[in-house]
């Protein structure tokens, strides 16, 4: 079975600060993916960034990189620069076997308030 | 905007009764999966469809039935609602065929069910 487990319910940070959300994950799976995803208050859920478990380079997309550390089991997003408009929630999830089930698991989510 | 389109956006209904909720999934993407996000529960996968088949099942009540038509789109049908089915229904897709890249899933922008 796979869990992430998200430990910060909430987070406060000033604009254009750097932020980390953390994730940790467990899973049996040698071959995963790990996601994370944003949903502001409108409720939608915007895909942000992945990473391979067999990636060996850190995912980056803009002011969003993924600092993975396999061993550790950790998976943190890192917002560069943050802004007003990065207040939202964030999901970290993962995908376990790629020939199985291709349902994603949900952390339990951190929200974000980025004070000006 | 992701692509994914959901019918309706709000739903307001009593308990006991039946509703629909529609999925089109974005051009090109042959699976479709259901999510529900409540207070209590978190974010939950209910169902993966591929390609008009049922791929993979989640938490998903005997209450809800699911299907994917030929067109693609789907439909979670949900019955004898109660209380505790007020919740966000998200319908994602992805292109879906198993593969060690990991198609990233597109969600929707949800379908509110309020059970009263």
């Known amino acids: 079975a796979q869990k992430i487990t998200q430990t910060q319910p909430g987070m406060f940070v000033q604009e254009k600060e750097a932020v980390t959300l953390d994730c940790t994950y467990d899973t049996s799976d040698q071959s995963y993916g790990l996601f994370w995803y944003k949903q502001p208050s409108s409720g939608e859920m915007i895909f942000l960034i992945y990473?391979?478990?067999?990636?060996?380079q850190n995912a980056t997309e803009g002011r969003y990189s993924l600092n993975f550390q396999k061993a550790r089991k950790s998976a943190n997003l890192v917002i560069s620069a943050s802004q007003l408009g990065d207040s939202a929630m964030y999901f970290c999830?993962?995908?376990?076997?790629?020939?199985?089930?291709?349902?994603?698991?949900f952390g339990q989510g951190t929200r974000l308030t980025i004070n000006p | 905007d992701s692509g994914v389109t959901q019918t309706p956006k709000h739903l307001i209904t009593a308990t006991g009764q039946r509703v629909t909720l529609r999925c089109s999934p974005r051009s090109g993407d042959l699976s479709v999966y259901w999510y529900q996000q409540s207070l209590d529960q978190g974010l939950q996968f209910l169902i993966q469809?591929?390609?008009?088949?049922?791929?993979a099942k989640g938490n998903i009540l005997e209450r809800f039935s699911a299907q994917q038509f030929p067109d693609l789109h789907s439909e979670l049908n949900l019955s004898s609602l109660e209380l505790g089915d007020s919740a966000l229904y998200f319908c994602a897709s992805s292109v879906g065929a198993p593969s060690f890249d990991y198609n990233e899933q597109f969600f929707g922008p949800g379908t509110r069910l309020t059970v009263l």
């Open positions: 999830a993962m995908r376990g076997d790629p020939w199985g089930a291709q349902k994603l698991v």
């Open positions: 990473q391979g478990s067999y990636d060996e």
């Open positions: 469809y591929y390609n008009g088949e049922e791929r």
